[in-house]
């Protein structure tokens, strides 16, 4: 359990494919990817920010009783599809909203869910890092 007062949740961007930013020029692009870098390193120096990566564009479907479905996608439509992640360690929604509303991607159409992350799933599933 988390001795301390803060609380994980992910920031999970959307809209993120090259499409989202073929418009910028590469000067543009390079502003982006300087000030998208200096947020989450300014993140990471607070020890707001835990972990933070991009996801590939492959993904795979697995369902059906012992996984007897697999399926290569991605299936959403590039704006809904999870184009990678931030774990923060915050007081609660209000301060990862905040957060996120200073993202440099939002101007450029980037998309971001904030979701808190729960200690178990509704059957009773404990996950999470090792103690």
């Not at 492959?58 to 439509?77: K, L, T």
Request: glycine share 12%; with cysteine; aromatic share 6%.
């Amino acid at each position: 359990m988390n001795t301390d007062s803060s609380t994980p949740y992910l920031l999970l961007f959307r809209n993120t494919g090259p499409e989202t930013h073929e418009h910028l020029t590469p000067d543009e692009r390079q502003r982006l990817v300087e000030r998208w870098n200096a947020w989450y390193e300014g993140l990471r120096a607070q020890g707001k920010a835990v972990d933070g990566r991009p996801l590939e564009l492959e993904s795979r479907v697995v369902s059906g009783a012992g996984g007897s479905r697999v399926v290569d996608g991605p299936f959403a439509e590039a704006k809904e599809a999870v184009g990678g992640y931030v774990m923060l360690r915050v007081s609660g929604m209000n301060e990862a909203t905040e957060i996120a509303r200073r993202h440099p991607g939002l101007e450029h159409g980037l998309i971001i869910e904030i979701r808190p992350m729960a200690e178990t799933c509704h059957l009773g599933v404990v996950s999470g890092p090792a103690a």
